[in-house]
């Protein structure tokens, strides 16, 4: 295999966050001496992508005990703003709330005193205001920063005063815009350590530019990995995007598309994709200048010149795709070993010019549309693996990301 | 007096709103894969040639503040560029060789109160 650059910061084995691995100028080398990464380059088997026990092992083991990405600020925009979110995978109904000291927190959907859902979907909208919440129950009260204000019939109540409780609350905090739950009773870490050096890097990304222009999601009959696996490699887009995006490709010198460069941030990653902007589909991706104004920061890390996008993945299930004039995110909600519930949310620079909404919106239904043929081979897949035909997967060096997300997978489930 | 349904400049389009001015990505979305290519095809060969001067009339307003028929007009150029993909790349009504488009859904009603466009009722 041809050699190109690549780099791997080595720190305790057992500190799982704080490795590095940062391949830049494809093609990337293979496992051999210094640089090689944590992961080994064997087939990988199929098991854990249709399994019962891998699936649970997953939701005990990660999706509990790590920070998750289940909602937004915009979606809590003003103090007394809730949202509920039910997730399958965390076995949790949450309440995300903006309390009237504008802090963001989340608790669980239920009544401390017998376990009632709290904000009923049949007697309350899941979304909306409010300064405090009844359960239908009992009559309990609390506002909403989870304080109990009223136990009806309090005397009759052995030693319990409305001081005395409240309602469950789960660790949150926030990271530029987006709202993060860890479900642990102690979290071993910080979002802030989590995210580590994937954070510093990113984060510095102009964020406030944008507002939200889309929401896109579907219900598909694949384990999430396998679903993940489709939007971390750029292998499939001479074929899978044949009508939408072949504009894109380079057909006589990178026919295959290559990923650009790949930054392993512990769990987390940073994969930069080309671009080269086809007139019939007006996707421009603007060379990123080092000239002061054009510099963007937190995307083109490597600052390449063919650089199209970066897909960047908190672990285990939330990608941005991060342009230089939009940016998109997706979450992968597992149900099931067999069935994922995904959605997408489109950021486009603030406007108030009719123009920019009918430009961008050609755009944004040929986004839409790619994304739409990257789900196209979910099902099928899965079928296969359910079925036991393939039981291990040769994956390319352009398709380390998916290794990559096995190795963790593996490592945070022992 | 009959409400006007456009600008007065694009009152040649009058005969198209009902059918194709749709506010929300979602009812468009909806449009699209209830049309034919060819009543995509013919909508959107009326319309193209038309953006620019749909977006350089709209743009003497500030977003909050456009008018019913404005709104109208700028549904109509939106729905025009929903059409693109299968007008011109795919030439065919629906993203060929994907899930059913039913499973893929779209969500306007959350952004749009984000964004805070006046709506409009699509007759």
Known sequence: MAIGKSMHIKVDEGDLINQHVHYSEAPFPDSDGKDAPPWDFKPVPTEPLHSQQAYEDERDKIFKKRWINIAREWEVPEPGSYIIKNIEVLGASIVVTRGTDGVIRSFHNVCPHRGNQLFDPNKQPCQGRARTVMCAFHGWTFDLEGKCLKISDEGKFYDLSKDDISLMKIHTDTWKGQIFVNLAEQPSETLEQWLGDFGKEVGHYDWDRFEVAAKWESEVNVNYKVFIDAFQETYHVSFIHLSSFTGEVEHDTDPYFNLKYMRFFGPHKALAVPGRGSPETNVRQKVIKQDGENVRHGINLDRIEDWGFDIDVVFPNFFYNMLNNQYFTHNFWPIGPNKTHWECHLYLPKTDKASDLITWEREKCLLRDAINEDLSTNEATQVSLNNGHIKQIHYSEQETALRHHYYYMEQFTK | ?123
């Not at chain 2, 060819?38 to 038309?50: C, G, K, Q």
């Not at chain 2, 065919?92 to 009603?109: A, C, E, G, T, Y």
């Open chain 2, 1 to 123: 007096m009959p409400e006007k349904l456009l600008p007065k400049k694009f009152v040649h389009l009058e005969v198209y709103v009902k059918e194709w001015s749709i506010t929300g990505e979602e009812g468009r979305y909806l449009k699209r894969h209830n049309s034919t290519l060819e009543e995509m095809t013919a909508y959107y060969n009326i319309v193209e040639p038309l953006l620019e001067d749909i977006s350089t009339y709209l743009d003497q307003y500030s977003l909050k503040d456009l008018s019913p028929e404005c709104i109208r007009l700028l549904n109509l150029a939106l729905m025009c560029q929903e059409c693109f993909s299968s007008v011109v790349l795919f030439k065919h009504p629906h993203v060929p060789n994907v899930l059913p488009w039913q499973q893929f859904k779209v969500s306007s009603s959350i952004i749009d109160e984000v964004k805070k466009i006046p709506t409009q009722k699509h007759k």
